[in-house]
């Protein structure tokens, strides 16, 4: 054992050290002493910067006093005792150590770790000479937090200590051992890689677990227990759910069976899933198959396990364990699961495998409790309480309470309440406002159920009731809750004292004279039960009752024959009774009935009477009476058989024969002699006001005992009078009327129960004169109305809503209604359940409705077809009268029975295609078609032209053509199309309108051709040209119409040089067709005409290729070039074909070798006219907008000569075609007008090989060896436009390499992949601006110009935009959406609709799409898409449609949304007129704004036009308003405005507050029946719209001025008139009162005027004016002597002793305790002093303790009560007022390992266990000490030290 002690050399310095500096204070200090020795326990455990001062300073005075303790003096340890201690802190001794010597507790140490459950300790010091009891450290945990993951093992970081430190010569890597069961707080670790294992020290460190799955710590090298709560000794854990401390109720139980039904067809099938969230999972297989996991995470992380083989993995970080076996699989989990675990069974065998599986499922749905809810009060003290919602742990969210209601484990907690706003209100106002619990809720208040009956009649007693704190739900149930939540007011009682009224008491009355006058008689006295009011009743015993009969002797002697019996007394005191006898009832439990007594056997004298008994029962089922046997009944039998006496015979007292006599047992003389009748007081009342009856209770009663007996043993002859008085004589006051509880108005789930309760006055019993009082007048509660019954839930059952509107309003129709399963809750709510649930048949959810027959009604056939072919003709249809019957069949009826049908319901007119005869006389005016006699010719390229019937057009391909047809006294619906006598119809590329006008997209070579318009008879006919791509004119002559016109020439001097005679018959002779009727074509000789214009070069440009391709790049025409107007467009030239003739016809009549000459003159001439017309029509458009336009004429640029309009055509063209005044001549001033960009279709002119110079509206495609481009932008307007330049919408940035040149050109140098995009010119002045593009492209992927602007129109009919920006607009709008595209090879445009290709319903031309009309079907996104060879490109326009706000018309939504808060609350629906409500004020109201919009609209509120400033709330989105508590404040006007991009809408409500008012319309009941004080009271009501309300509303209001009205101002009958009773004459025992008795007529003056008594006789009895009083008993309390002082030991030499109290009269008899009540009572019991009481505990020595060390030792001692003097052992039970010292204690626990310990002299023992022989070595560590240097060491026996014992924490020994 040297190495490893040298090897943990190391490691000890610093703890040497400590040791070593301690012993030297310690030597200093007791240097002087002899032998002396002060020891510290492990030193050698704690590191030196740990000792706190407070340790040092206990540990030093713990010794210090033990020391003194044995006799030794150590000055020097007080001093250092004394030192240590001003260095300490401690806080203020606790009550507990106040009452022991310990000082109080030091402060807490640092925690032995950071993280994962550490231990601190604190320590006291022993303050007395003694030692103290008990312990003087004790620990605590600490930073009880999880460590972070890299922290690892505690255990694990203290063996990797050791790693460098070598052991037994090497260094190893440790890692720990652990859950050792023997001593699991020691430091054991096992070497890396072998099988080493060593005990690095014999302690861990504080905090470390004890066992790896156990919270159990070890503290100072013991292991200590650790509940979940993390305290030191604690024994909580957690539940099979994971809670601390739980009860179980968070999770639930799982478990089942699962068999498979595998094969190959299907290998493999889900077991069980586990949710996320489980514990404690464990399944078993067996069987031939495998199981295997599937999971998947909250986050939605899916993954799968194949368990293929045994051991422990990690599957979504849940620890898995499984086993695998050949025929079984075993599967655990411990939880909790981090994802959702889905078992699976995958097929390995034929045989079937059952899997049975157990684990704990968390309950997902939680209650949760919520904040508090706002204070009921904002000042002054209020209070609020919490609520509880559920919630779903696993989505983090709210979710309904039908959630948490699924599991029964869940229960909803309580609220809470507690005060809020405790602060006083502000002195200025004083004003609190008092605020609702919540919306609905009123607070929790007190009920009390009624009191119980009183436990004792009389004499004082208790009754208690139930006082409950309870809570009123939304819908008025009523719900028992916490009582903390009541406490804001006192708590009712719950007991109180009752009847404290004396009990009654027997009172004897004088007796009465004897009844003879002579000898022996009898004298008679009453004896009543005279309760504490004085009043006859009964309840007094009868065994204490005095006799009522006694014999009495007369003096005077009697000379008759001695009677053998008593004489009776004669009236008034008795009159002969007839026998009363109280017969038995029949029960359900067997009794004894006896039957009526026989007739007595004798007429005179003693006799008998007989009766039958029989056993008897009532049977409750069938309510009759059976006989059973006699034996079937218990308890004595009544007797059959008694005696009876008739009187005496003949007058005489009759001498009983022998025979007689034996008949009554004892014979006649001891029935005298035993029994006789006496009074045992009165019955009850009749009345308990107004006067009643009562009657003096007869009984039988044995004399010498005083008790009752059986009446049969009295002689029924002797039997005293009928005794009656007069009782309860005072006016009953108003009281309450009760009436009977209603049923209950449900047998489940809540009921009510209702009963009438009023207040009634009996003025008078004899003559029942009853009224109705006030409420007030009853001074007690008024008794509820109305009470809950029935409180529990009812079983599910189907409910029915209210059947809808039926489908028909008569003749037997339809309704619906839906039912549903629903369960009513003890609390009233509704729990909707699935269908199953209900057991019931369903009830019918539909039914037959409005059984009853229709009235006649006519049935109209369908109309027949027209009656012409063509025109105009009628249509008919039929009609029969017919009646629906209830039963939903129909009979046809006489047509008298339906009402008058108009004619115009059964002729209408119709129209059909026009005819096409012509001779047919017209009956009125035939149809007008008003045409254009024009021609027209277009110069350039437009995307769409305007014409009207009746010319001929000269255009160009691929433009838009629409053709009007303006008609009158026909309808354009009706008109008609054909082309070259061909019907046209409505197709993609030609579109029919039905309003008078058809449109052509984009001509082509076949559109050429005649159109013609029909309507009816009339028609009119367009004739379409297009220009070739040689300038000529595409000839396409339809056969119908050119077929006897012959061939025409292709030119026009071919037509001027043909003969004469051929030359009239074509331009001014008609064909033979035309004479036929049919139309012949004319076109043709306007064809060389046109021809002849475009030889010269003027129009169109220089070739139509160019044009073709410049149209197919064009897409930024603007939108006044859309706009065109008909006849009169820019870049269209128009003539008047009567121009065109004359021209023809003056050609042909010049001489032939002219002929060609004038042509080309006349061609001259037309072109300058067609140029001048146009600009004077520019010029009459720029005055009717009020400008002003030069006087100077204008010379055309046309020249005299040919050769002149030719050139100057080709080099003026901006001037020639431009709508502007052209200022050639004297400078006459210009107009102002907006900018107009030039549009010059040209290609683009490449000057070399690398610079390109073109005009705007031209595509630049860029090559490799470009090196300037260069875009020219010419722009017209006055003032001059200023040019401004953008690429791709933003202004260009100029450098070096982009220039703006001095003619607004812009150049490009060097161009770059950069500067490829769509180049924009702005032309700007004050008047307007306009823009033209031009793309610049590389070859390859195409271009589009795209925008990103955002354009909101609300009223235009049509808008244009360009892709890529945002519309938004109303419906009905035509949106057209530009694409300009570039790119080469030329790009193909396709549109797409949200990512799907447009069908061809959409108008598609130019690149652009025209979408017409739009609703909201069409809102989309709309994508141009442009592609080549090169690849593609999109771009996108979001379309949204724009709905103003408008009043919604489908209310089924809105008003449930009003119902939502309760249907007892009222609504209003706000209109754009105004409606209008009355409400009850402090009541609420919903007001519903039903607007609808697209985008949904913004509401906000107003009243009077101004915000909302009141209280209020806003829900369901803005469309609810309300208004709780209303006042007269909330009169007036409430709007809704409500608002979105498309326009807004105003609707408003008007709300009037109903008033509260008094009303005095009634009179209350009059104060008399007669008399002159009677008076009517009017009665104050308060009223609500008419209906009577609580007076408190009407509080602030004046109340009128009552005058009282007399009534029944009129004589009364006689009364009695009685005075108050006098004093009672004693004050116990029975006294005597009396009053004065009168009867008195009152008048209806007011005077009394006394009368007769027999005028109030013939009224009422007359008053008893005498009667008992205080006629209890006269008690008092007597007490015994004190017994002996012999009781239990209560203190040192005292005990107690006892003496009986007890209540008798003042005569002596003992009566009730509960009589002297009222009576302080003495004491029964007293303290007294005794010797036996002088005891005590002795207690001998501790035994020596059974072991040294360990956890076993234990050592006792002697405990004993003995007497203090005498000294001998008493019973134990003498000194049971002490506690009990302990007998018996545990002691030594501590490890046994090798220790070394400090002395109490000084001198260091070493103590080993380690060996098979525990050895101890003692040495003294200070020089000079036995002459022996520092370092060696002595045995045991060197220094003759005897080690005498081992205290558990140091060996003492002794020197």
Not at 150 to 159: H, K, L, P, V, Y
Not at 335 to 361: C, E, M
Request: aromatic share 6%; hydrophobic share 30%.
């Amino acid at each position: 054992m040297a190495a490893p002690g040298g090897q943990r050399g190391r490691a000890r310095a610093p703890i040497l050290s400590v040791a070593l500096w301690l012993l030297h204070s310690a030597a200093q200090v007791c240097g002087n002493q002899n032998e002396g020795a002060v020891f510290l326990r492990e030193f050698t455990l704690i590191r030196r910067e740990s000792l706190h001062d407070d340790f040092l300073s206990d540990l030093l005075s713990n010794h210090k006093t033990e020391d003194q303790g044995t006799g030794g003096g150590d000055n020097g340890l007080e001093l250092l005792d004394e030192q240590l201690t001003k260095a300490s802190s401690r806080t203020a001794r606790s009550e507990e150590d106040r009452d022991t010597l310990w000082d109080a507790w030091g402060s807490w140490s640092e925690c032995s770790r950071t993280c994962g459950g550490g231990a601190s300790y604190s320590l006291r010091r022993c303050l007395g000479s003694k030692s103290c009891e008990g312990r003087n450290i004790k620990y605590r945990t600490c930073s009880n937090v999880d460590c972070p993951p890299e922290a690892g093992d505690f255990r694990t970081q203290q063996c990797s200590a050791h790693n460098d430190v070598k052991y037994q010569g090497q260094f190893y890597e440790w890692l720990p051992v652990s859950n050792d069961p023997d001593n699991p707080c020691s430091l054991k670790c096992q070497a890396k890689g072998t099988t080493l294992v060593v005990e690095l020290a014999p302690k861990v460190l504080d905090g470390t677990r004890c066992y790896t799955e156990s919270l159990d710590m070890c503290i100072s090298g013991l292991c200590q227990i650790v509940g979940c709560d993390h305290q030191l000794g604690s024994t909580v854990k957690e539940d099979n759910c994971g809670v601390c401390n739980g009860d179980g109720s968070t999770c639930r139980l799982v478990r089942g069976q699962y068999k498979s039904q595998l094969s190959a067809n299907k290998p493999e099938d889900t077991v069980v899933a586990v949710p996320y969230g489980s514990r404690h999972v464990r399944l078993v297989l067996k069987g031939p198959d495998h199981l295997y996991l599937e999971t998947k995470t909250l986050q939605g992380v899916k993954g799968e396990n194949s368990l293929s083989s045994t051991g422990s993995f990690l599957v979504d970080n849940s620890s898995v364990d499984f086993q695998k076996f050949p025929d079984k699989e075993i599967l655990r989990i411990a939880g909790p699961l981090s994802a959702d675990f889905t078992v699976k069974i995958r097929y390995a065998g034929a045989a079937d495998s059952a899997v049975q599986f157990i684990f704990y499922q968390p309950i997902i749905h939680r209650w949760r409790e919520t904040d508090f809810f706002p204070c009921s009060a904002s000042c002054g003290g209020g209070y609020q309480l919490t609520s509880a919602e559920c919630y779903d742990l696993r989505s983090s969210r709210v979710v309904t309470d039908q959630y948490c209601h699924y599991y029964p484990e869940n229960i909803k907690p309580k609220p809470k309440l507690q005060e809020c706003n405790l602060d006083p209100c502000p002195a200025s106002d004083g004003y609190k406002q008092i605020m609702p619990y919540d919306l609905y809720h009123p607070l929790p208040r007190w009920e009390s159920t009624p009191w119980t009956a009183c436990s004792s009649s009389c004499g004082g007693g208790i009754q208690s009731r139930t006082v409950s704190c309870v809570e009123e739900d939304i819908q008025g149930h009523i719900s028992p809750v916490e009582e903390w939540k009541c406490m804001y007011t006192p708590k009712m009682p719950i007991v109180q004292p009752c009847n404290i009224f004396d009990c009654p008491k027997w009172l004897a009355q004088e007796w009465s004279p004897c009844t003879v006058t002579c000898g022996q008689g009898l004298r008679y006295r009453v004896v009543l039960c005279i309760d504490h009011r004085g009043m006859h009743t009964g309840g007094c015993g009868s065994k204490t009752k005095p006799h009522i009969k006694e014999e009495c002797i007369v003096p005077t002697p009697c000379y008759k024959p001695k009677e053998k019996l008593p004489v009776e007394a004669k009236l008034p005191w008795y009159k002969q009774a007839q026998e009363m006898e109280e017969g038995a009832m029949v029960s359900e439990e067997p009794s004894f009935i006896p039957e009526a007594w026989s007739a007595c056997s004798v007429t005179c004298g003693a006799g008998s009477q007989v009766r039958l008994v029989k056993c008897q029962v009532i049977l409750s089922f069938s309510q009759s009476v059976a006989d059973l046997p006699i034996d079937e009944c218990e308890g004595p039998k009544p007797a059959s058989q008694r005696a009876c006496y008739s009187g005496p015979c003949s007058g005489e007292v009759a001498e009983s024969s022998p025979e007689e006599t034996e008949l009554i047992p004892g014979g006649l003389q001891d029935f005298d002699e035993l029994h006789d009748w006496e009074y045992e007081g009165f019955t009850e009342c009749s009345e308990s006001c107004g006067g009643g009856v009562q009657e003096a209770v007869v009984t039988c009663l044995n004399k010498q005992t005083r008790e009752i007996a059986d009446e049969t043993l009295c002689v029924t002859s002797r039997r005293p009078p009928q005794l009656l008085r007069a009782c309860n004589l005072e006016l009953c006051p108003p009281r309450w009327e009760i009436g009977k509880w209603s049923s209950c108005s449900l047998t489940c789930g809540v009921g009510l129960q209702t009963r009438d309760v009023f207040c009634s006055h009996l003025l008078s019993r004899e003559t029942n004169e009853t009224i109705i009082s006030a409420d007030e007048l009853c001074h007690k509660p008024k008794p509820s109305l109305v009470q809950a019954c029935n409180r529990f839930d009812c079983p599910p059952s189907w409910y029915s809503t209210e059947w809808q509107q039926c489908s028909q309003t008569c003749g037997a129709g339809t309704q619906k209604r839906d039912v549903l399963c629903k369960q009513r809750m003890a609390d009233g709510s509704f729990l909707e359940l699935p269908e199953t649930f209900c057991s019931t048949p369903r009830p019918v959810d539909q039914q037959t409705c409005k059984n009853e027959d229709c009235p006649s009604e006519w049935l109209l056939s369908d109309w027949t077809q027209c009656s012409v072919s063509c025109g105009e003709g009628t249509q008919t249809r039929n009609a029969i009268c017919r009646k629906m019957l209830k039963t939903g069949g129909s009979i046809i009826i006489n047509s008298s029975m339906c009402p008058p049908l108009p004619l115009s319901s059964l002729v209408r007119s119709c129209a059909v295609a026009a005819c096409t005869r012509h001779n047919r006389p017209a009956q009125k005016q035939s149809p007008h078609i008003m045409a254009l006699k024009n021609v027209y010719i277009q110069t350039k390229k437009q995307k769409k032209l305007h014409f009207i019937v009746g010319g001929y057009a000269y255009l160009l391909p691929k433009t838009s053509v629409v053709l009007r047809c303006p008609v009158r006294r026909f309808r354009k619906s009706m008109i008609t199309w054909e082309k070259d006598q061909k019907r046209l119809l409505s197709s993609v590329h030609i579109t029919i309108a039905p309003y008078g006008y058809m449109r052509i997209h984009r001509l082509k070579p076949s559109d050429a051709g005649t159109y013609t318009c029909m309507a009816g008879p009339a028609r009119e006919h367009f004739v379409i040209r297009l220009f070739g791509g040689d300038n000529k004119v595409i000839i396409n002559q339809p056969a119908g119409i050119r077929e006897e016109e012959g061939t025409r020439k292709s030119s026009l001097n071919e037509a001027l040089h043909t003969q004469e005679k051929h030359q009239n018959g074509i331009l001014f002779n008609r064909s033979k067709a035309e004479k036929r009727g049919h139309l012949a074509d004319p076109s043709s000789q306007y064809d060389n005409i046109v021809s002849r214009l475009l030889e010269q070069r003027g129009w169109p440009g220089e070739n139509l290729e160019s044009w073709e391709a410049q149209e197919s790049t064009e897409r930024n025409a603007s939108s006044e070039e859309d706009r065109s107007q008909e006849f009169s467009l820019p870049f269209v030239m128009v003539m008047e074909q009567k121009r065109l003739d004359d021209i023809i016809r003056n050609v042909s009549r010049q001489p032939e070798e002219l002929k060609d000459i004038y042509s080309k003159q006349f061609v001259v001439q037309l072109a300058h006219d067609l140029i001048r017309s146009h600009l004077e029509n520019q010029e009459s458009v720029f005055k009717i907008q009020g400008r002003r336009i030069g006087s100077a004429t204008a010379e055309f640029p046309f020249r005299k000569h040919v050769s002149g309009f030719t050139s100057s055509l080709r080099t003026s063209s901006a001037e020639a075609y431009l709508p502007v005044s052209v200022d050639l001549g004297n400078g006459s001033h210009r107009p102002h007008r907006k900018p107009a960009i030039l549009r010059k279709i040209s290609a683009a002119q490449q000057l070399s090989a690398s610079e390109v110079v073109t005009h705007l509206g031209q595509t630049v495609v860029l090559a490799s060896g470009t090196l300037s481009v260069l875009l020219h932008c010419e722009a017209v307007g006055n003032p001059k436009p200023t040019i401004s330049w953008a690429k791709n919408g933003a202004e260009v940035q100029y450098n070096d390499r982009i220039l703006l040149q001095p003619d607004d050109s812009l150049q490009i140098l060097a161009p770059v992949e950069a500067d490829v995009g769509f180049y924009t010119c702005n032309a700007t002045n004050a008047l307007g601006s306009d823009s033209v593009s031009i793309a610049v492209t590389l070859a390859g992927k195409p271009l589009i110009k795209a925008s990103r602007a955002t354009l909101i129109n609300t009223e235009s009919s049509a808008v244009t935009v360009d892709i890529g920006s945002t519309v938004k607009t109303i419906q009905g709008t035509n949106v057209t959406i530009s694409c300009q595209v570039a790119g080469v090879p030329e790009a193909e445009v396709t549109w797409l609709r949200n990512r799907v290709k447009l069908v061809p319903a959409y108008h598609l031309h130019d690149g652009s799409l025209l979408i017409a009309n739009v609703t909201l079907s069409e809102q989309g996104l709309y994508s141009c898409r442009a592609a080549n060879l090169r690849g593609e490109v999109i771009e996108s326009t979001q379309l949204l449609i724009l709905e103003p706000p408008r009043t919604l018309l489908q209310l089924e939504d809105l008003t449930a949304m009003l119902l939502t808060p309760g249907p007892d609350i009222p609504s209003v629906l706000t209109s754009p007129s105004g409606t209008r409500m009355v409400l009850n004020p402090e009541s609420s109201v919903l007001i519903g704004c039903p607007v609808d919009g697209h985008p949904t609209p913004n509401i906000t509120w107003f009243y009077a036009g101004q915000p909302i400033s009141m209280r209020h709330n806003i829900l369901a989105g803005g469309q609810i308003l309300q208004l709780l508590n209303i006042s007269a404040d909330y009169q007036g006007e409430f709007s809704c405005l409500a608002q979105n991009e498309a326009g807004s809408l105003m609707q408003k409500t008007s709300l009037t507050i109903r008033e509260y008012w008094w009303s005095v319309d009634r009179l209350m009941a009059c104060s008399a029946s007669c008399g002159n004080k009677g008076v009517q009271q009017p009665q104050l009501r308060c009223l609500l719209d008419g209906t009577e309300v609580n007076t408190s509303h009407c509080i602030e209001k004046p109340k009128p001025v009552l005058q009282p009205i007399a009534c029944n101002r009129r004589d009364c009958p006689s009364r009695w008139m009685v005075t108050s009773w006098s004093l009672c004459t004693r004050s116990c025992g029975g006294g005597v009162q009396t009053r004065r008795v009168t009867c008195q007529k009152l008048t209806a003056t007011g005077s009394s005027i006394p009368m007769s008594n027999e005028a109030c006789t013939q009224v009422a009895k007359r008053p008893v004016d005498t009667q008992i009083c205080n006629r209890q008993l006269c008690v008092e309390w007597v007490a015994s002597s004190w017994g002996q002082c012999n009781g239990p030991c209560i203190g040192p030499r005292l005990a107690v002793q006892h003496r009986q109290i007890f209540c008798q009269t003042r005569d002596g008899n003992s009566v009730s305790s509960d009589q002297c009540s009222v009576l302080p009572r003495p004491v029964s019991t007293q303290n007294c002093w005794t010797d036996i009481c002088g005891v005590h505990w002795r207690v001998s020595l501790w035994t020596l303790c059974t072991a040294t060390c360990g956890n076993y030792g234990f050592q006792s001692r002697r405990v004993e009560c003995v007497h203090v003097r005498t000294n001998k052992p008493m019973q134990e039970h003498y000194c049971s007022w002490r506690p009990r010292p302990a007998n018996w204690q545990r002691c030594n626990i501590t490890p046994c390992e090798n220790s070394t310990f400090l002395w109490e002299k000084g001198v260091i023992c070493e103590f080993s266990s380690l060996s098979l022989a525990p050895r101890t070595r003692c040495w003294s560590p200070l020089r000079g000490f036995f002459g022996k240097p520092l370092s060696e060491k002595w045995p045991m026996a060197a220094c003759k030290i005897k080690c005498s014992y081992w205290n558990g924490s140091r060996v003492v020994c002794c020197c």
